[in-house]
C-alpha cells in the first residue's frame, strides 16, 4: 500500500487532539516516554496504555491496561509495539473510533493496516510525530 503523502500526515496532525499511546513506559530513557513528552509540549492529550502500569499517573495521564479502557474519544492510537502485536491494536483502535492508526519507527504491519484501512481509519507506519511535526513545520 502506498506512503500516506506529507498533506496527509499534516492533515492527520493539525485534525489531532487526544492520542492514546500503546506501550508507554515509565523508563525516561525509552523513546515512547520523550516523544510522549514531545506530543504533550504539542498541545496534545495523551493518554497513556500499558497493562503493568494501568492505574498509575505518567506525564500528568492515568495510565490505561488497554485501548478499550479509555472512556475519553481517542483521534489517533500511536504504536510503540513490535510489528507482529498490532492486529489486535488495530482491532481496538477500530472498536473504539479512533480515526488514525500509527505505527512508530520499525513498526510496520500490512495486514493490521488494510484492517484499520477497511474500517475507515487512516494509516502512518514506520514514521514518529515528533520527527514528522518539526519536519513539516507544524
Not at 492529550?45 to 495510565?63: F, H, S
Not at 483502535?93 to 488494510?114: P, T
Amino acid at each position: 500500500m502506498s506512503e500516506p503523502t506529507d498533506d496527509t500526515i499534516s492533515d492527520i496532525l493539525k485534525l489531532t487532539q487526544t492520542i492514546a499511546v500503546v506501550g508507554a513506559s515509565d523508563n525516561q530513557s525509552r523513546p515512547v516516554y520523550g516523544v510522549m513528552k514531545f506530543l504533550q509540549r504539542q498541545g496534545y492529550r495523551c493518554m497513556p496504555v500499558n497493562p503493568r502500569l494501568a492505574g498509575q499517573e505518567l506525564l500528568g495521564e492515568t495510565v490505561y491496561a488497554s485501548l478499550r479502557n479509555i472512556a475519553d474519544s481517542i483521534d489517533m492510537v500511536d504504536v510503540f509495539r513490535r510489528s507482529e502485536e498490532v492486529a489486535p491494536i488495530a482491532e481496538d483502535a477500530i472498536a473504539i473510533g479512533a480515526k488514525v492508526l500509527w505505527m512508530q519507527l520499525g513498526v510496520r504491519n500490512e495486514a493490521a493496516a488494510q484492517l484499520a484501512r477497511d474500517a475507515g481509519l487512516e494509516v502512518v507506519m514506520n514514521r514518529c510525530p515528533a520527527i514528522e511535526i518539526p519536519r513539516l513545520g507544524l
